[in-house]
């Protein structure tokens, strides 16, 4: 099994917004739009969120050479991820305060 | 005459930004895919492909030439900390706080090693190996554990380019909560 991922305040806000949209997929600029993360910050928790296995993602459906552009990925909370965040969330919002999703 | 030379250098100025402007706006696409090709090939070989599409599609979507720049120069440092090393401003802060707290790092090391312990304990998991100060049941070491500055030494694997500091995490403030608690 996964080892759980390291968690700073950048991933609980990651892990917010996307659990915000319920099963909605984003990309990693709506991501970054929505949590203000810069991609510096952004795609290393991504990338540890995904590899810990509360996030998933996808190539959007279509071919880049038609649609003119590259593909974007789009990423989801995966079941386990809404699972363990919310304790992680409650844990937060017991000691620290003020985590509306959890 | 000064009158005048304020209004050339005025006019001067604004045909130099404008020519930079139009520069810039020529290079971009140029700059921001050198830049994403740059922090891909930080990354493992089966991560590149991946990533160069991700992050192009990226910077696509940002509106305006500086933001796609801005997003271009991210990924460089994305690719850096995901390829497990700090980057570079990062061992650059490391370095100027291990500086200013040489004297508490020698104070603490020294404190240590006249309490007859070991000061730095070395811990090695599968991915990592992290330097902290060791914590004995002595006054000195349950200040430290508290205050988390037996965390202080992992600064200097910052430097070294081995941690990032976003190892430095909230598991760990909320831990001290919680020992804090007890």
């Known amino acids: 099994m996964a080892k759980d991922p390291r968690l700073s305040m950048a991933t609980l806000k990651v892990l917010g917004a996307l659990m915000e949209h319920g099963a909605n997929e984003f990309s990693g600029a709506e991501i970054s739009k929505k949590t203000g993360q810069p991609s510096g910050t952004l795609y290393p928790i991504l990338a540890r969120l995904e590899a810990a296995g509360w996030l998933a993602s996808r190539w959007e459906d279509g071919d880049p050479s038609a649609m003119g552009r590259p593909r974007r990925r789009l990423y989801k909370v995966t079941t386990v991820g809404r699972v363990k965040a919310q304790c992680v969330g409650a844990t937060v919002r017991a000691d620290l305060g003020g985590l509306a999703w959890a | ?182």
């Open chain 2, 1 to 182: 005459m000064g009158m005048t030379a304020t209004i050339l250098t005025g006019i001067l100025a604004s045909i130099l930004a404008s020519i930079f402007f139009n520069e810039f706006v020529q290079w971009r696409p140029l700059v921001v895919r050198k830049l994403i090709a740059l922090a891909v090939r930080r990354l493992p070989g089966n991560q590149r492909d991946r990533y160069l599409e991700e992050w192009t599609a990226h910077s696509n979507e940002v509106p305006g030439d500086l933001g796609k720049v801005i997003v271009a120069i991210g990924c460089l440092v994305a690719a850096e900390s995901m390829a497990g090393k700090a980057n570079v401003f990062e061992r650059v802060f490391a370095f100027t706080a291990v500086l200013f707290l040489v004297p508490a790092l020698a104070l603490i090391f020294f404190g240590l090693l006249a309490s007859g312990t070991r000061p730095l304990h070395v811990t090695h998991s599968e991915d990592e190996t992290r330097l902290r100060f060791s914590t004995p049941p002595t006054l000195l070491g349950s200040f430290l554990y508290q205050t988390g500055l037996n965390d202080l030494p992992m600064l200097l694997t910052v430097v070294a380019g081995r941690h990032s500091l976003g190892d430095f995490s909230l598991r760990r403030i909320l831990n001290l909560l919680k020992d804090e608690d007890r």
